[in-house]
Nanobody, 125 residues
Framework: QVQLVESGGGSVQAGGSLRLSCAASGYTYSIYCMGWFRQAPGKEREGVATIESDGSTTYADSVQGRFTISQDNAKNNTYLQMNSLKPEDTAVYYC???????????????????WGQGTQVTVSS
């Protein structure tokens, strides 16, 4: 089993920045891909950004150029730096992990085996 714990959410005005963190523990050797997903009220969960074990990254078009996903050297912590935030970025953000490259390449939550509890990000105009 793998446990994921997010932190770093909060409220910010449009144009501001936040940094989310995801701490992974347990059988982390089984993880190939880590990612961030989000779900706004009344909307489906969507992929935001993913990072493979070799450091390759994938971003949703809506956040490309504004968000950056990264990991520490031990790959136990994954980060999402969010800049130039917009009100439409408001959502609950979830950390996810899985053994499949599909999770990273397709930003498809169906391929995530593990999920964090979520952290709220609110961007006001």
């Amino acid at each position: 089993q793998v446990q994921l714990v997010e932190s770093g959410g909060g409220s910010v005005q449009a144009g501001g920045s936040l940094r989310l963190s995801c701490a992974a523990s347990g059988y982390t050797y089984s993880i190939y891909c880590m990612g961030w997903f989000r779900q706004a009220p009344g909307k489906e969960r969507e992929g935001v950004a993913t990072i493979e074990s070799d450091g390759s990254t994938t971003y949703a078009d809506s956040v490309q150029g504004r968000f950056t996903i990264s990991q520490d050297n031990a790959k136990n912590n994954t980060y999402l730096q969010m800049n130039s935030l917009k009100p439409e970025d408001t959502a609950v953000y979830y950390c996810a992990a899985g053994p499949s490259w599909h999770l990273c390449a397709l930003l498809d939550s169906d391929y995530a085996n593990y999920w964090g509890q979520g952290t709220q990000v609110t961007v006001s105009s």
